[in-house]
């Protein structure tokens, strides 16, 4: 059986003010079916952008390498195929849609993904409850569901925001961009308890994160080092606790 | 004649029109008043299904009873072509004291109202475009709600235009006495044609002291092929009278029709503390034009005035906003607020604001807020990495940016406008 996510030599580049940029250089990466992984690694080295690319946006131009998605080949299909199939990406900066009802947004998203993955949509008033109870568990106020999506939101209120999205569209693989960022340590564990109900055999995620509390809460499975658009080291959890007290200049001056 | 027509500030471009080879009258052939559902033409019903217009409405039209619903019942004096071949609802409409029926018959029930008001607003000789009207216009609506009387029921009056080069000329009056209200629906569509179609209606409207209007309007006409061939021209002059005091007029209007759009619902503040409403979606689509906007005209003190402008371009297309704000000198303590906000789908199309601001009173405040966006890549991957299309995020995104204008709308033509625009933007992206 093909395993559940699957890269292998991974490039990308972008075109930046004319100027192409190559920024991953041959990313290897799986990850089984169940288990949280986590990258870590300086500013720069290419993670936001292995999510973006996973994730299908379009600025990014795949030069070689593969990715495949339960056995299917993910950089071939449309970013929305992508979210049916099972693809979640919680965003570093969630965009803000002035005049979209937050719930009225949810529900779209909800229904376009039931519609595709052959499920029946939900009506108005089985969706809100859903939704309700979702943001109850997140510790969100109630109004949010009311207002314009991420619009006027804290930074911790779209991350939580972000979390609810995931909670409802019942993601098998979700990509979690710096979740963790600008969280006061109450919201860190809200954020976290929220990741953590998801966890299943079905399920799992690629954490990008710089901090270890996070991981406290989440105990990966596996830690990956990304530097200069490659993964340069592997390893289990201790590994996120080296470079939280060591920094990463050490492992860099390794592979150098 | 020739050469007189056009509007030369206004930002449009079409060959010239022969007035000469124009069908000023085309009446649909006569049928005996429908008893049941069954009896209306069924092209009249498919019709309206392409309208949207929900199955007991259509009922309505054949004045079949209908139990009690949550909702407002609507009664609907539907223009088939040039003449009225039905309307609804008008025995309820008679206890209340209302008046509500084609202007053509107006004319010789209610001579006098008509003669008192009718060209009142909107003189003969306004523009060229109303000066048509005045001579050739067969029918329309007219509607009178008496003092204290709050219409029972929203009123609405579907257009549609299906007979070969006709050029329609309706003409709408509403009068609102002392106290009294209304709120008036129009919507309209037109098949596929492909003969560009001239349309220049004039829309006159009357409020009394603490009288108030709500005129809304969603205006879907063909718009011409992908090419720019074919479409409505769609020149219109809709104009209101606060006449008197506290009395309110308030314009909305969703346009995502027409081959050209050349229309500005404008509202005189005579009374004193008499408000003006404007809130306007534009849609532009292909090759469409739309010239659209608003004028405010300050005249008695305490008048204040409220424009919310939403555009929205895609395509080829090419929209412009124009209004005007003119403060008389009695108009002491008028207040306007204007926002215009203009959105672009692609980089082929354009939006243009130009606002016209004339304050002739010191008191007078006047705010005036415009902003250019276009859809961000940021909003689209947004919306598509939670599973949307992109035609639906597109959608989703657009809806957002209308919302101040699509709530003031009634709520069963809010949903339609909904639909309505989604389905105009269909191809703009990709």
Redesign the interface.
Known sequence: MSQFLEISGLCARIDADGQEKQILRGVDLSIPSGEVHVIMGPNGSGKSTLSYVL?????YEVTAGTATFHGQDLLAM???E???AGL??A?QS??E????NNAN?LR???N??RR?RGQEELDAVAFLKMAREAAKALSMAPDMLKR?VNVGFSGGEKKRNEVL?MTL?QPTFAILDETDSGLDVDALRIVAEGVNRLRAPTFSALVITHHQKLLDYLVPDRIHVMARGRIILSGGPELARQIDQEGYTKFLAEVA | MAGHDRAKWAKVAYPPIDYQDAHYYAAPRKKPGPKSLDEVDPELLRTYEKLGIPLHEQALLAGVEVPEGERMPVAVDAVFDSVSVATTFRKTLEEAGVIFCPISEAVKEHPDLVRKYLGTVVPAGDNFFSALNSAVFTDGSFVYVPKGVRCPMELSTYFRINAKNTGQFERTLIVVEEGASVSYLEGCTAPMRDENQLHAAVVELVAMDDASIKYSTVQNWYPGDENGRGGIYNFVTKRGACRGARSKISWTQVETGSAITWKYPSCILQGEGSVGEFYSVAVTNNHQQADTGTKMIHLGRNTRSTIIAKTISAGRSDSTYRGLVRVQPKASGARNFTQCDSLLIGDQCGAHTVPYIESRNMNARIEHEATTSKISEDQLFYCRQRGLSEEDAVGLIVNGFCRDVLKELPMEFAVEAQKLLQISLEGSVG
């Open positions: 994730a299908g946006r379009e600025d449309e970013p929305e992508r979210a049916a979640f990406l965003f969630p965009i849609l002035p005049g979209v947004f779209t998203a909800v376009a993904v595709a314009n999205q569209l």
